[in-house]
């Protein structure tokens, strides 16, 4: 599973034509938390959009869940907001109306749960390059590109040393070994990239 192009296209019209009224849509997005109130809640969601250069940017926004939201599996049924779970994957419909806090919250119009399979892949490496300023590393083999990965670290990234404690992206350093768990979607550029969700300095 992964993010397709017209995905990006999609996305990034939205944003840009954003008004009161409009709606932005994404797809094949994860579940990173979940609150429930009652009947109400919020649903963090996690999702790929597509930036300059091809490198793809992670957006974060916690969506507001009311009993006018849909939530529905892929076959159609409606599910209840306690059913869903961190890890899944799911299509949402949102308004483009965002607050400013961090996340950003929107009002959810629609949530379906496209896959409730385990998303997390293990890739165990040698640290090559760390960029800071676009939050993202590259494992692999310095001279053998087929080998390389380059991970996207979003907030919800945990990071930790050999001792367990947990440490910042600006604290990788090339040459490292580190342990890396990650979505198992990818994109089918040079280096693939993908979402990590913990890395554990070896």
């Known amino acids: ?4 192009m017209d995905t990006f296209k999609n996305c990034n019209q939205c944003n840009q034509n954003s008004g009161s009224n409009s709606i932005v849509r994404v797809r094949d997005a994860i579940v990173e938390d979940v609150f429930v109130n009652n009947r109400a809640g919020t649903v963090t969601i996690s999702y790929g959009v ?13 969506l507001l869940v009311n009993q006018n939201t849909i939530i529905r599996n892929r ?8 059913d869903l779970r961190k890890g899944m994957v799911v299509n949402a419909e949102f308004s483009s109306a965002m607050t400013r806090s961090m996340p950003p919250q929107a009002v959810a119009f629609r949530i379906t749960v496209t896959s409730a399979q385990d998303l997390t892949n293990v890739k165990i490496g040698n640290v090559i390059r760390v960029d800071v300023n676009n939050s993202f590393f590259l494992v692999g083999n310095e001279n053998d590109p087929n080998s390389q990965m380059r991970f996207v670290v979003t907030d919800t990234t945990m990071i930790l040393d050999r001792r367990g404690n947990q440490i910042y992206l ?3 350093r090339p040459g ?13 550029s040079i280096p693939p990239q993908t979402t990590a969700f913990s890395v554990q300095v070896l």
């Open 1 to 4: 599973m992964g993010y397709n």
């Open 170 to 172: 600006r604290n990788l």
């Open 50 to 62: 597509m930036g300059d250069f091809r490198m793809i940017h992670i957006n974060v926004v916690a």
């Open 75 to 82: 076959f159609g049924q409606n599910m209840l907001l306690r």
């Open 176 to 188: 490292q070994n580190v342990r890396v768990e990650h979505a198992n979607f990818q994109t089918a």
